[in-house]
């Protein structure tokens, strides 16, 4: 091997070592041999999986889905955890079957499979949470159901759980699931304090709540706030920001850029075209 070569393979390693270091997969000490990273390769993909879910793209924080049943049942902290647990478990079982079948699902029955699927694992939820938690199914009331078209589910059916091997489909599963219970639960927290002067049944001293926060504009305006806070938290500086919160990304903020831009655009035109002079 001549010297030429020598040279090449040595910067071809240190160059991969580098890379390695940006990346973060070895840990370099100043005077000290370079450490393996203690985390694997999958353990890190699993987490970022899971924390795609629960803050990155959070389903209701970040990507504004499921509305529906977020503002309607989270006037109490009881409804707002059975909603999303019983969404945690129908669509964590749906990305596992939907995964599972991956390869036997041609694209032009997708969409009928992927209902039949969500559907099967909506009523068995259904049914356990009629058989066994009987005061949680009277305050579900239609939305339980009503899981089995929910967008979020379908959402990671198609995006994420069609295309994936199973166990990043449970991750999956897990992190978006996990994030939507824990955005209903925050902002029931929020709103059943101020509302109804309780915290999961339990009195917190507030002698005049606001009955505004039960009602639609209560919730919306305690949801605007929550996402204003998740999205960008006051704290630039912390730790927490810098590793759990990164920058959104513009695809991550819905249609809010878009409707603020064509507001802007139309308050910068002149609504009226001038007149002529004759």
Partial sequence: MNTTE???????????????????????????????????NKAIKAWRILKNGIV???????????????????????????????VLFVLTCSNILVSLLRNFITPGIRIPAYVVIIAAFATVAQIMCEAY?????????????????????????EAFAGKSPVRHAFLD?????????????????????????????????????????????????ALG?????FIHPPTKTCVVRRVFWPRPRRSQLGILPIFLRCLRRGLNQNPSPPLRKF
């Fill in 56 to 86: 990155d793209e959070n389903p209701v924080l970040r990507l504004a889905l499921g509305m529906c049943p977020t503002l309607a049942l989270t006037t109490s902290v009881q409804s707002a955890l059975g909603m999303g647990l019983s």
């Fill in 225 to 229: 706030l929550l996402m204003a806070v």
């Fill in 133 to 157: 938690l009987p005061a949680l199914y009277q305050s579900l009331g239609l939305y339980l159901p009503l899981i089995a078209v929910n967008c979020i589910i379908f959402g990671r059916a």
């Fill in 6 to 40: 020598t040279k090449q393979r040595t910067m071809l390693e240190v160059n991969k070592q580098h890379a390695d270091e940006a990346d973060g997969l070895i840990e370099v000490n100043e005077g000290t041999e370079p450490k393996p990273h203690p985390l694997s």
């Fill in 173 to 221: 599963g897990v992190g978006m699931g996990a994030g939507f219970t824990v955005a209903l639960v925050a902002l029931a927290t929020v709103r059943e304090p101020l509302g109804a002067g309780t915290w999961f049944g339990f009195p917190v001293g507030i002698t005049q709540p606001a009955l505004i926060m039960l009602l639609a504009p209560g919730g919306f305006i």
